[in-house]
Structures are given as C-alpha cells and as structure tokens.
C-alpha cells in the first residue's frame, strides 16, 4: 500500500514544478521553488509545544486529513483548535479578518478601497468589539481567548510562505506581515455570515427598479403568491401539535408611495450591495440550503436520521472546515464531544452533532434590513419635524503601495448612511417618491440602513451551547441566542426525537412592510421590537414523522401574527424532498441511510415536468430543431451531467425567459452588455426623428452575469405556471416571435425558443446532439478568491481547480446553482453535505467541496473534490475508537 502512494507523490511535484516554470516567466522564478509552495505543509505527527495548554493535547487526523481533537479542558480544547486551523487555513483566517475590519486595502491596494469604505461604513468589527465587551458570557469570551492564543502561537513559529504560499507572492507587491489574531476578528466573522444571509434587501430593490418600467399589476405577476396549497410551509404543527398562533399577519400596501422614480440611483446601490464583499459570492434569493429530519418510526435504523446541504457560492478551500472537539472526559466544566463543520477562524463547530444530539440549518430568509430615506442639512437630519445632529467617526484605510486615504461615517438614529459611500449612491434619494407632506428634497435624501446585525448581541453564546446541548430543552435554549443571521435550526437526539426552532432577532415593525425604503424622518416607520423568542414558531416529534427545511415558509401567514417576509423561496426543493420521503414511507417502507444519499442527490428538474409536455405539442417543420425536441421525448427529467436532453431542456429554458422577459426588464436588472434599442427614457427627448420614425436608443444591461434577471429559479417556475395556460399573455408577445399576420402567442415564443436553443447548444457543443451532455455547459471552476481571481496567470493556475462537469440544477435537490440570464456557469453548489445517522454514529456520512487543507498541491487540498462531484461520501467516524482505527497522523500538543 505505501508503495501506491509514491507514483502520485511525483506527479504532484511534477506538476508543481511546471506551474514554477510559468512562474518563473512573469520573474518569479528567482525565488520561487517546490519547497516555497511546501513550506507551508504543517507538521501533523510526533510532538509540538503549545503555550498555555495546562495538559497534552492530541490531534488525529484520517487519510483526508481531517483532524479530531482531544484535551483535558475546554480552554485546552480550543486553544488547539486555533492552532490547527491555522495550520490549514490560515491565508483564509487572515483574508476573512481583514474582509470583516473593511481593511482589504492593506493586503492587496488600491482596488479595494471602495469595498473597506462600505465595510468601514456598516462598522461590522466594531459592533463586534462591543459584543466582545459587554454581552458575551465569561466562559464564549474565554473560549475565545484561548482560541486566539492558539492561533498566535503558530504566528510565532512561521511567518510568510511558511504560513501559505500566497504571502510569498503578496510579498512580491507590498511588505505585508500578518498581526497577531484577537477574539474580535472570531466575533466579526459572524457578521460576513449574517451579510451573507440577508434576507429581501435584493428583491426590495429589484421591485422599485421594475416600477419605472412595469406596472403594478406585471410587478405582481413577476413576484406570485407562494402556492401554500401545493408546497407545505416548514411548520404545519406548531409546538407539540397542541399549539397555534394567534391573529394572522396584515399585509402592508406600499406600491404607490415607494417604487416610482427609484432607477439608477437604486440600480447603483444593488451593484453596490452585490458586490459588498464580493469574497462571499451572490446571495440573496436562489441561494439556500436543504435539511430534513425522519423520526426513527420511519428508518431503517429505528432512530432519527438527519440531513443538511447548505449552497453557498464556491470557493477554494471551502467555507467549511471538518474537524472534532473531544473533552477526555465529559464534564460540567469541559462538556464538548462535537464534531462537524467549522469555520475557519471561529471556535466551535456551526453545523454537526455531539454525543447526544445533532443539528442542521438552513437560511430562514426574516426579513431583517430596511433602507431608510433621510432629510439632511448643515449636520442634522430631520426627525419628527425636529432637526437632530447626526454622528459622524472617521476611518483612515491603510493602502498596500499607496497613500492612506480618509473617510467620515455618518449616521443616525436609523443607521449607518450608506449614500455616502459611492457618488451614484448619493443620488438613492434624489428622486424617491414620497408622501405629500414630506421634507423638500432639495438635493436629494440620504439613505441609511437598519440591520439587526448592527446591534450588538451575544450569538457567539448560541455556538457553544449548541455544541454542549444534549437534550431539546437544551437546544431551543441555545437557540434563543442566535440572533443573526436568523437559520432554521432542524434537530434529532438520540433518544428518538425530532424537532424544528426558528431563532433570530426578526424586527416588528410600525409603518409598513419592509418591501420598499421607507422614510426615516417618520418614527412611526421604525422597528417597534423584535418578535418575542417564546413566539417563533417551532415543531416537535410532529405526528407526521418528518421535518423539511429548504428555504420555503417557516408557517402559513393565516395562522401567524408576525410578519417573516414575503420573499421565500418557492417550496420547489421542500415539495421534491417531501415527496421522496412519503413515497417510500407511505407504501409502508422505512428509509434508510441510502435513501436519504439519493434524496440528497436527487436531480429532478420540477419545471421541466410541465413544461415539456406543451414543447412537445409544438410542431417544428425545421428537421434541425425537430431533432433536438426529440430528446425530450421519454425524457425522465433528471438532470445527469451526461445527459443529452437535460443540456437542451435547458437551452429552451433561458431562452425562453429571455424572450419572454429578459427583454421586457430595464437595464439595472439585466445581464451587462445585453443590449436592446429602446425609446428615450428621458422625457424632454424626442420620441422621432425628422422623418417621424421612431427614435430608438442603445440601452444596455448594467448586472453581473452571477446576479442578473431572469435567474431561472423557482421564482421563475412560479412565473411562467401561472401564464402557461394563457396562450395570449401579453408575456408572451415579443417582436421576435410574431406570425407573418403579425400576432403573439405562447406557442410562437415556445417554437422560437426550441430554434433559439438548438443554434446555441450547436454553437456551445457541436451539431451532433449525441455528443451533448448537461455537464459540459454546466461546470464548476473552483477559484482561490484572492490570487486566484486577481493575481497574475500562472498564480491562478497554481492556485485554482477545475472544471468539473456537474449533475444538478438551481432548484433541484442536487443544488448546482446556474443563472439563465448570465449562462450556464455554476455560481452556487451544495457547500458541504452530511447524513447524520442517531442510531450509529459513527455511520454517518459527511463530505465537503473541497479538502481539509487550505495550501496548494497538498494531497488534501482538493481529495474531497471528486468524490463530492460524483456524489460520494466520507465515512464519519466519532467515538474514539473509531477516531483511533481510522487516524493516519497523530500530532500531539504538549504545554510549552
């Protein structure tokens, strides 16, 4: 077996020395060796000293190089922690830190000051610090401690390529050197978190951009109701199945005094928001997560089987970091044995299981942001007709190879004032449409925003109680600390019980809904509260036996008195994942660990299942494009990366919407450089020319291929079922697809669509249909989101991975995320998964994107890729036993 290994060890190093010559091309060969992209392999056998630990501590890790951790104390515990996510991860640590304190600027220059001003602006490492300060308990800030501690004490033993390689090429442009790692930078990270999972802000804006184009009513058609009586909401019995909520929630009308006027000063802020911090990837709707939990009454196994694969963008390494925390011995004042996935930089484990209990999530989607306008002038804002000074602070920004460059923040009692920070920005408020007794606009109004993340809160607490909770008590408990960002929290124990808590600071608000900016010099439009924690809804051992979280609904608003949000995912992947469950519960079969395996992966294109029918009652009279409609025919609608049909489907799909939509939408929404010829928006133009013809003009889309409209997901499914059956919706008129008697209809656009899609699938994968696959269009490159975006050829090739052709689809089950406006190009993927088995253990399942280790060419850099490519899983082992057969290196920490 030994011998096995060497022939890839040379390859690796082969590799890596080719890479060097490219390297060397661009002058970087004088200093640029194999040992300089190895020098940062950290040692993982025999023994290190670590300050500050009062006993040993042991670190195993398997042939994935995924390690598990042993200690005395707690305090030992995750002061190894640090130590060993530095060891792997440490470039990314470093990155995350300087992303979440807007100092980017001082890694990588120039480029980065606009994003460390909108980032210095919102003040996430100072609210931060104030959670820090005052609403930790003793034992998180201690954790925290010893975990920093951890990580310095591999600052002092390594510094530049010895920590990553990237340092080596970031020291060819700027005398960087990492500072010392503080609690703080843990805390912030959960603000990038949060930002991440933000929850309408996207679709806020996007409506009030359709409003300078769209009626209300086709602005309505584009956001249809959710279908409660086809997909089931997370909580259809709430508590024990003895509770219930009381008044239904009111909906809110807005539309007329907050959506005409806003377009490019909202176009600007949502390219803004986009791109702040663009290290994060898209977010927003499209973006989410699967997890559901069988009782044991209905597996194999007799106890309770839980899920999650949360879909984030993809990145190199992973968000996620594998690891186990193990107290030797189970105690009050040490009562960790977790394991799960970490973040890099953050003591704990966010998703796992312990001893007794294990736990998912997924984003609940609250709507937890508002855009508030604001009147200023001469140093005050208006405030219920009384004029207010407001706050200001400066920041300076440190700038790798240039001057330092100073900003003021300005706020008030509404928030951080975002206009500030863009010149385009400034012009949010110059034409918001507002009541008629509002404040001259002068100028134009200020835009602040209000986010519960912005308020200190002790989320940190939830973590560690979460990692130690044993029973579900426990767990609703830990719950009630999570504040931001607001998940969906599923639960199993291995005493057979099931559960589901919504956590989260969810604001009650006065005046309106929140779906559109609301203006900030009327209080009665201000947060009056947060939802009470005793009042957000939750099940337990629900009579049906099973709980399916996937960014649908959390309850029926008829049967709640708070406000969520509106903007939910469309229940495509809960209904899928349900009906798999109940198909083989309901024919008296019990699920096993395999099934749970194939519902992860299920591939089943929902859509695709109506629609098909109606594209194959169109006749094609061109035999070209009749040969590709023929795919479809016995199609089953998976979407297998070597699936002809799927590939085509496809095609029709984003052509379809382009044609229908795509063209009707205005330019801040639309894919960058789709360009159309459009009548003057600006009135004071001539609508002809000389000769009476109409006068056109070039108008191009402004969005990035990742973020643009139409998305193609289950918003667009809900879309288009509901003109489907009207074959003269105006949707389907486009000048593309009239008849030589020059009229529209569906069935012209669907024919136009099919012709459309076979010339593209032609262009993109060649004339012979037999040779097409879904996977060769739709492909995951997974970058390094530094160097590997920005820095020079050969560093990208160093650094990056890919492609890997794909299964999968935006709203199936199996999540490769692809935007039909922008192409077929992944731009979102299950980020990790994992199949808890309550009964076993150490039969669970776990897999990640990438590997345990952050550094280039080494074997786990990207070990897991392919397995989780091809649907493969890990084997998860806990118990110490299994942990000591399974442990390929053994490293232990002894106290310096």
Not at 65 to 79: M, N
Not at 614 to 628: N, T
Not at 742 to 755: P, Q, V
Not at 840 to 865: C, M
Request: aromatic share 10%; net charge negative.
């Amino acid at each position: 077996m030994p011998r096995a290994k060497k022939p890839r060890r040379r390859a690796r190093l082969i590799v890596i020395a080719l890479v060097l010559v490219l390297v060397a091309g661009l002058g970087y060969g004088a200093y640029w060796t194999v040992s300089t992209v190895r020098a940062s392999y950290p040692q993982t056998s025999g023994e290190l000293a670590l300050d500050g630990l009062s006993a040993p501590v042991t670190v195993q890790r398997d042939a994935n190089g995924i390690p598990q951790l042993y200690a005395d104390t707690a305090e030992d515990l995750f002061r190894a922690q640090g130590y060993v996510h530095a060891q792997d991860r440490f470039w990314e640590m470093d990155v995350r830190r300087h992303m979440t304190a807007g100092r980017l600027s001082e890694m990588f220059g120039e480029g980065q000051v606009e994003t460390d001003a909108f980032l210095r602006t919102m003040g996430w490492h100072e609210v931060a610090q104030q959670e820090y300060d005052n609403e930790l308990s003793p034992e998180t800030r201690a954790y925290l401690q010893a975990y920093s501690d951890g990580v310095n004490a591999y600052l002092d033993e390594n510094s530049g390529a010895e920590l990553s390689v990237e340092y080596a090429a970031l020291s060819f442009e700027n005398d960087y050197r990492p500072e010392e790692w503080t609690p703080v930078d843990s805390v912030a990270w959960l603000k990038a978190m949060a930002w991440d999972l933000t929850g309408n802000m996207q679709d806020e804006i996007d409506r009030a951009l359709l409003a300078g184009r769209l009626s209300e009513e086709e602005i309505a058609e584009l956001y249809p109701a959710y279908p409660y009586d086809e997909h089931a909401p997370i909580v259809t019995e709430p508590g024990n199945g003895t509770e219930s909520y009381s008044a239904p929630y009111t909906r809110s009308e807005e539309y007329s005094d907050a959506t005409e006027g806003l377009s490019s000063q909202l176009g600007s802020l949502s390219e803004t928001l986009g791109e702040i911090p663009s290290l994060l990837g898209p977010n927003g709707a499209g973006i989410g997560s699967n997890s559901w939990v069988i009782s044991g009454d209905y597996t194999t196994s007799g106890q309770p089987l839980l899920a999650n694969d949360p879909h984030l963008a993809p990145s190199l390494p992973s968000v996620w970091y594998q690891m186990g925390l193990h107290c030797n011995e189970v105690t009050e004042a040490c009562p960790f044995d977790v394991s799960g996935f970490t973040f890099s930089g953050m003591p704990g484990v966010i998703i796992g299981h312990n001893q007794s209990i294990a736990w998912g999530m997924t984003n609940l989607g609250a709507d937890v942001t508002d855009l508030r306008l604001e009147k200023l002038d001469d140093g005050k804002y208006l405030r219920d007709g009384e004029w207010v000074p407001y706050e200001t602070r400066d920041e300076i920004i440190e700038v790798a190879g240039g001057e330092p460059r100073e900003i003021t923040v300005r706020s008030t009692v509404n928030g951080p004032i975002i206009s500030d920070r863009d010149s385009e920005l400034a012009d949010v408020g110059g034409t918001a449409p507002v009541d008629a007794d509002a404040p001259d606009r002068g100028s134009g109004y200020a835009v602040a925003l209000n986010w519960t993340a912005l308020t200190p809160s002790n989320t940190m607490d939830a973590v560690f109680s979460l990692n130690a909770a044993t029973n579900f008590d426990e767990f609703r408990a830990a719950a009630q600390d999570f504040a931001v960002p607001s998940q969906n929290l599923i639960y199993a124990d291995t005493a057979g019980n099931i559960g589901y808590q919504a956590p989260g600071d969810i604001p009650v608000r006065g005046e309106g809904d929140g779906r559109y900016p609301s203006p900030g010099w009327d209080s009665s439009y201000d947060w009056t509260g947060s939802i009470p924690q005793r009042d957000l809804p939750y099940e337990y051992n629900p009579e049906r036996g099973y709980i399916v979280t996937a960014n649908q609904p959390v309850i029926d608003p008829d049967e709640y008195e708070y406000h969520l949000t509106e903007d939910w995912s469309y229940g495509t992947r809960s209904n899928r994942i349900e009906e798999l469950i109940t198909s083989t519960i309901e024919e008296g079969g019990k699920v096993s660990m395999g099934d749970m395996q194939d519902i992860q992966l299920d591939n089943h294109n929902e859509m695709a299942e109506t629609l098909v029918p109606y594209l194959l009652d169109i006749e094609i009279r061109d035999d070209y494009v009749s040969e590709a409609q023929q795919l479809l025919e016995g199609w089953d609608y998976s979407q297998d990366a070597d699936s002809p049909a799927a590939a085509y489907y496809n095609a029709v799909w984003r052509n379809l919407l382009q044609l229908a939509f795509g063209n009707k939408l205005p330019k801040e929404l639309r894919v960058e450089g789709q360009c159309l010829e459009v009548p003057p928006a600006d009135e004071s133009e001539p609508l002809e020319d000389l000769n009476g013809n109409t006068r056109l003009i070039e108008e191009c889309g402004e969005r990035s291929p990742d973020t643009a409209q139409p998305d193609g997901g289950d918003r667009w499914f809900q879309v288009v079922l509901g003109i489907l059956e009207d074959p003269d919706s105006h949707w389907w008129q486009t000048p593309a697809t009239a008849t030589e008697d020059g009229t529209f209809n569906r069935d012209e656009l669907l024919r136009r669509a099919m012709r459309d899609a076979r010339w593209e699938m032609t262009a993109e994968l060649g004339k012979d249909i037999d040779t097409w696959s879904w996977g060769r269009l739709h492909r995951l490159m997974l970058n390094n989101q530094t160097l590997g975006t920005e820095g020079p050829g050969p560093v990208q090739w160093l650094l990056n991975r890919g492609p890997y052709n794909l299964s999968g689809g935006s709203d199936a089950v199996d999540a490769s995320g692809w935007n039909a406006a922008g192409g077929y190009e992944i731009t979102w993927v299950p980020s990790m998964r994992m199949i808890v088995d309550l009964a076993d253990l150490d039969g669970s399942l776990w897999i990640n994107l990438s590997g345990a280790s952050g550094h280039t060419y080494h074997p786990n850099y990207v070990d897991q890729t392919s397995m989780w490519a091809a649907g493969e899983y890990l084997p998860w082992v806990h118990t110490r036993g299994a942990v000591d057969a399974a442990a390929q290196d053994t490293l232990t920490l002894t106290p310096g």
